[in-house]
């Protein structure tokens, strides 16, 4: 039996300033400067490029109208990138306030000329923590810019399918982009779940074999990652359904018959949360159970001996006491102390008969199947 991986969460800092006016843009101190790669594409040719400022970006989009832009930005450490954004596609503050705040849960708010979404991607990094990161997406017409807090290549899938030219990526509009790396991240979901469900049948296992306090620990852990998709899969689940009942042209008839494969695929999720935290609480029970058992076992076997000591050392305790026979100044006959005190064979006479119930009591367990 392999040892169980630790997978945990790894906490994440909140900071927000109290009391500040709504559509301040607060950067959090750790936030990575940007990185920002701009994929403009048609059904039949894909350009990729790397952008350092905002006037390549201009440049970029200027040159290559009537293609398909996704702008991936990875990191959000720069507030000339999002004053940049604000002023060049018209966004709204409270978007940008959103985007920079990284704490939102997973939603759809339509504006003019624009729809903005974020989702929440759960991933496990190189030490198995289960990273929280936000993703957020403005969609435009042909113009879809995502919003990563790390430099993670979460969505590389995407970029494969972009490369390849295969099925509708190519030729069906920013929303359907918008789509798929949705579908990344509720795939993600799936594997970080069934990892889950593999520590917990390991678990199960190790339960038959050795329980102890740390397995519990353990399954809480994973009770509480569980949560942590839940709480993600839930929200996300409400904004797909709002992008499937929304009236905005930005959101293609056509996307719209996938997102209805995404909302099933939620569904899916919480359903196999769910049925996992069930699993959990069985288990944390169970180790419970076998321990109490196990417990119970020993006072058992603690009771036995101490009920075939008991009147041993009662025996042993009365003749303890000493009481002469006779007195050994006078040499009077003390009658009511203990005569058996100088008998020949005495203590041969009282091993036989302590060891006569010692053998009485335990075939006594024994008929009372105390032994099984």
Known sequence: MSKIRRITIKPKKYRQVAGNSPGVIELDADALEPLITVFSYSESELISQEIKNSGELDAHLAKHQGLTHWVDIRGLGSMELFEYIGKRFNIHKLVLEDIAGTLQRPK?????????????????????????????????????????????????????????????????????????????IIDNYFGLIYRLGDELDMIEELLYRKPDKSIMYKIQEIKRAMILIRRAAWPERDKINDMIRSDSPLITQDTKTFLKDIYDHCMQVVDLVESYKDVTTTLIDMNLSIISNRMNEIMKVLTIISSIFIPLTFIAGVYG??????????????????????????????????????????????????FK
Not at 127 to 156: A, R
Not at 321 to 342: A, C, I, Q, R, W
Request: charged residues 20%.
């Open 108 to 184: 759809l708010d339509e504006y003019d000329g624009y729809l903005f979404a974020t989702s929440r991607m759960l991933y496990l990094n190189d030490n198995l923590e289960i990273e929280n990161e936000q993703m957020s997406f403005i969609l435009m017409p042909d113009i879809l810019i995502s919003f990563q807090e790390n430099y993670q290549d979460c969505l590389h899938p995407v970029v494969t399918r972009l490369e390849g030219g295969k099925g509708n990526i190519r030729f069906a509009g920013s929303s359907y982009l918008m789509y798929t790396l949705m579908d990344v």
């Open 321 to 370: 006491m000493n009481f002469s026979y006779t007195d050994p100044e006078t040499g009077k006959v003390l009658h009511h102390n203990m005569p058996e005190l100088y008998a020949e064979n005495g203590y041969l006479y009282t091993l036989l008969a302590m060891g006569l119930l010692a053998a009485i009591q335990v075939f006594y367990f024994y008929r009372k199947g105390w």
